[in-house]
């Protein structure tokens, strides 16, 4: 019997745990905020929210009375054992929800950089505000490759194909044969 009230206080106190609980799952409570009858006998009502169900509440009763050390409850051990049941709001609010919003379709913009100046291409920042895409965006677009490529640089961009063959015309304009059938290559010293 000591052991019985030993526990009655805690008994009290789990019972308003688990009112909280009830709650945050929409259960009805009397005028003084308290359920009629034992928590642990109440019946699963047709609701859009999920209830509890009886072995969850027994489940948070004994996690809870495990959390025991010298007749008080651990630090944060209401949030430890209402994270280990499914939906209770430790666990909903601690998972970070998906955002519903689709991305921003930024293809007229895209097909301004054509249009603007070459200085205003020089950096993202200045590209970002001649065409009116956030920074972060722009950066997250070159870096996806999708849309727009990335060049060296301003002063020295990618070769077309034409350049590419008249530099490998010069290049092959260089080469002599020798008379033993080896390549010799000019040594370009009267080249700048």
Do not use: W
Not at 76 to 90: D, H, M, Q, R, Y
């Amino acid at each position: 019997m000591k052991a019985v009230y030993k526990y009655k206080n805690l008994y009290i106190f789990f019972n308003s745990i688990l009112n909280y609980f009830l709650i945050t799952e929409n259960v009805l409570l009397d005028e003084y905020g308290k359920c009629e009858g034992n928590l642990l006998n109440l019946e699963r009502r047709d609701s859009k929210y999920k209830q509890l169900t009886k072995e969850q509440r027994q489940g948070i009763l004994e996690k809870l009375l495990q959390q025991i050390e010298e007749n008080k409850l651990k630090h944060g051990a209401i949030k430890k054992v209402s994270c280990t049941f499914e939906n209770l709001p430790c666990s909903t609010n601690s998972i970070q929800k998906g955002k519903d919003i689709k991305p921003k379709d930024y293809s007229n913009n895209l097909a301004q950089i054509n249009n603007t100046a070459l200085n205003r291409k020089g950096t993202l920042r200045s590209l970002s505000f001649a065409i009116d895409i956030p920074k972060s965006t722009l950066f997250e677009i070159f870096k996806s490759g999708k849309y727009i490529k990335r060049i060296s640089s301003t002063v020295k961009p990618h070769l077309t194909d034409k350049n590419i063959m008249d530099r490998l015309k010069f290049c092959l304009s260089k080469v002599n044969l020798a008379n033993n059938g080896y390549l010799l290559f000019d040594d370009l010293y009267d080249y700048v």
